[in-house]
């Protein structure tokens, strides 16, 4: 399952030294310099976790936040960064929507805790698949391509997921069977699989 994150933030060096940390800690990380690349980039890795500079050229820290929770309600984390240090700008972050704000300077292992921390409480959410703006959400039996989403009958769906899990290999249609529809009636499932296969192959 996918486990990636954003990282918007307009000062390069900052930028990547949290790639850095955040790759050692194990973690895919994406990363963009300003708001509008930011929500070129979200839509493309849909990330699990935003870690969110306020001060951002051309679209605002808080207008990509209130863009985000449009896009994805409370299914993506989002830890702010800020020089604003004021009890009422923290305040005004979390009421925006972010789940964590560090204020700069900040220690880069205090984010990576920060950012484990609150995966440990939203993980669930990283629970897809991600590939070239294709968003796979196994517990929702959602599917995203880039913004808009795509309705699939549930055989279409696990047919999708089944080989997204499985990249690079081909399958014989009683292996299909076998791992998808081990209990159900071999001849029906047999016609089903060819009739969702062919209507895919033909477009």
């Known amino acids: 399952m996918d486990q990636t994150i954003l990282v918007v933030e ?23 310099a300003d708001g509008e690349v930011a929500k070129d980039v979200f839509l493309t890795h849909h990330p699990c ?9 051309k679209v605002s820290g808080e207008e990509f936040c209130t863009w985000v929770r449009e896009q994805e309600k409370n299914e993506v984390s989002i830890i702010m960064l800020s020089a ?11 009421k925006l929507g972010a789940d964590g704000y560090l204020t700069k300077p900040f220690e ?8 484990e921390a609150v995966l440990r ?3 669930q959410f990283c629970q897809k698949i991600v590939h070239g703006g294709l968003c796979i959400k196994p517990r929702r039996g959602e599917v995203i391509l880039y913004d808009q989403p795509i309705k699939l ?19 014989s249609r009683e292996q299909l069977i076998d791992q998808l529809y081990p209990h159900s009636d071999r001849t029906i499932m047999d016609r089903t699989i060819d ?3 062919k209507k895919y192959v033909k477009r």
Do not use: C, Q, W
């Open 108 to 115: 880069p292992e205090e984010l990576v805790a920060h950012v």
């Open 49 to 57: 976790l935003i870690v969110l500079d306020l001060m951002l050229p």
């Open 195 to 197: 009739a969702h296969i």
């Open 121 to 123: 409480r939203t993980g």
């Open 84 to 94: 604003k240090s004021r009890t009422e700008d923290k305040i005004n972050g979390l």
């Open 153 to 171: 009958t549930k055989h279409e769906f696990n047919l999708l997921y089944y080989f997204t899990e499985n990249p690079n290999r081909l399958f």
């Open 10 to 32: 307009d000062d390069r060096m900052i930028r990547e030294l949290v790639g850095i940390y955040l790759r050692k800690a194990g973690f895919e990380v994406v990363e963009a």
